[in-house]
C-alpha cells in the first residue's frame, strides 16, 4: 500500500488523516504542535520528527496548513519539502491560500522537476470527518488523476476545476459565498427568534425553504438544533475567525485584481475584523451572530476570560517553522 507525508494536522488534516489510515494507507504525518501528533499517532498516523522525515518515501505529499506563507515555508528552505522529497513524489496542497503562493507553488515544483496540484476542500471539519470533502484540482491532467486516488477516501465529489490555481480560483470564490451566507444565518436566526417563532420549527421551515444552505444546515448560529453548530459548544471553533477573515479577504483581493465590486464580502470582512479586535479570532466565525442584537447577546455564547489570540499563535507557528 502507498506512503502518503501529511503536514498540518489540524482541525481538518487530523480528521483527513484518519480516513486515509482507515483506507489502509501508510500517514506519516508532521505538524508544528507536538500535541496534534500525538493526538493522530492515537489513530494510527505514524508521527513524524520533521517534514524531512514525513516525505521520506512517500509517494505524495499532502499540505494542510492555515495561509500561503505558511504553506511556503514548508515547501522552500533547506528543511523544506522541496529539500528533501524525492522528484517521483507528488505534491499536493489542500489549504486555502492566494492565488499569486499557488502559482509560485506550482512554477518552483516545476522548475525542480515536481509534480504538484492545488486541491483546497470545502465541507468542514464534518465532511473532513465523514469523508465527504468536496475536493477542486487544479494542475496537470495526469497529475490529478494521480491525486485522486489519494483523495478518493477523503472525499464525497472530486472536481477537475482546470489547470494551475483553479482549484483555489474555485475555493476562493465559494467561500466569499459561504461567509456571505452567514451573515444571513446571523440575521435570519435572531430575527426569527424576535417574532416569537420556535428555533427548531423556524429551522425546519428554512430548511425546506428558499432558506436553505450549506450554512443554515451546518453552522445555524442557534443552540440545540443541530449537532455541528458551534452554538452548542461555545462557539470553540469548528471555522476560526481567522481563517474565514482570510478567506474572505482572499476573495476581496482577488475582486479587487479583477475590477468588481463585493459590497457583501467587505461587510462580512468587517464583522470579522470586530471579532479579531476584540481577541476572539481563535473563536467560531459564525459568533459574528452576536452583533445582530444591540446589547451582542446571543444564545449559547457565554463570554470567555480565556479568550486567545490565534495571530500569536499563528505567528508563533512561522517563527517556529
Ligand atoms: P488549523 O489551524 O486547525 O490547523 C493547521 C495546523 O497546521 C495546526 O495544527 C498548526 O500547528 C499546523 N502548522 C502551522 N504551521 C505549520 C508548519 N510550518 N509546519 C507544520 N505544521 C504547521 O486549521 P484547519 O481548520 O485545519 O485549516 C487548515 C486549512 O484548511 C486552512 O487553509 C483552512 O482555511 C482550510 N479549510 C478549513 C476548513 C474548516 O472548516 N476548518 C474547511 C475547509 C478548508
Redesign the pocket.
Known amino acids: 500500500m502507498s506512503t502518503i507525508g501529511w503536514?498540518?494536522?489540524?482541525?481538518?488534516?487530523a480528521r483527513m488523516c484518519g480516513n486515509l489510515v482507515n483506507a489502509g494507507f501508510t500517514v506519516q504525518g508532521?505538524?508544528?504542535?507536538p500535541d496534534?501528533v500525538a493526538a493522530a499517532a492515537e489513530h494510527g498516523v505514524r508521527p513524524a520528527s520533521s517534514?524531512a522525515d514525513a516525505v521520506n518515501d512517500a509517494d505524495v505529499v499532502f499540505t494542510?496548513?492555515?495561509?500561503g506563507r505558511?504553506v511556503l515555508?514548508?515547501f522552500d528552505g533547506p528543511d523544506g519539502i522541496w529539500a528533501h522529497a524525492d522528484k517521483s513524489t507528488l505534491l499536493v496542497d489542500?489549504?486555502?491560500?492566494d492565488i499569486a503562493t499557488c502559482r509560485v507553488l506550482h512554477e518552483r515544483s516545476r522548475e525542480q522537476g515536481f509534480h504538484f496540484v492545488d486541491a483546497?476542500?470545502?465541507?468542514?471539519?464534518s465532511g473532513?470527518a465523514d469523508g465527504t470533502l468536496a475536493f477542486m484540482l487544479g494542475g496537470g491532467a495526469e497529475d490529478k488523476a494521480r491525486a485522486s486516488r489519494f483523495i478518493e477516501p477523503m472525499s464525497g465529489k472530486i472536481f477537475d476545476a482546470g489547470e494551475a490555481t483553479m482549484g483555489i480560483a474555485a475555493k476562493i470564490a465559494n467561500n466569499m459565498m459561504l461567509c456571505i451566507d452567514m451573515l444571513a444565518n446571523s440575521e435570519g436566526s435572531q430575527l426569527a427568534e424576535q417574532l416569537g417563532l420556535d428555533p427548531k420549527v423556524f429551522w425546519e421551515i428554512a430548511s425546506a425553504s428558499s432558506g436553505r444552505s450549506w450554512a443554515q444546515q451546518t453552522w445555524y448560529p442557534v443552540p440545540g438544533i443541530i449537532p455541528t453548530s458551534a452554538a452548542d459548544n461555545n462557539f470553540d471553533a469548528?471555522?476560526?475567525v481567522d481563517?474565514a477573515r482570510?478567506?474572505v479577504g482572499l476573495a476581496l483581493e482577488a475582486g479587487k485584481d479583477a475590477g468588481i465590486n463585493l459590497p457583501a464580502a467587505g461587510l462580512v470582512s468587517g464583522q470579522f475584523d470586530r471579532l479579531i479586535d476584540e481577541g476572539l479570532s481563535a473563536k467560531d466565525c459564525i459568533l459574528i451572530a452576536k452583533y445582530v442584537n444591540p446589547d451582542e447577546s446571543l444564545r449559547g455564547w457565554t463570554p470567555d476570560s480565556d479568550t486567545d489570540d490565534a495571530d500569536d499563535a499563528d505567528d508563533a507557528?512561522?517563527d517556529?517553522?
Open positions: 503536514i498540518g494536522i489540524g482541525n481538518m488534516g508532521y505538524d508544528l504542535n496534534a517534514v494542510m496548513l492555515p495561509k505558511h515555508s514548508v489542500s489549504s486555502t491560500i483546497p476542500v470545502s465541507g468542514g471539519i473532513a469548528t471555522f476560526t481563517l482570510k478567506d507557528d512561522t517556529a517553522a
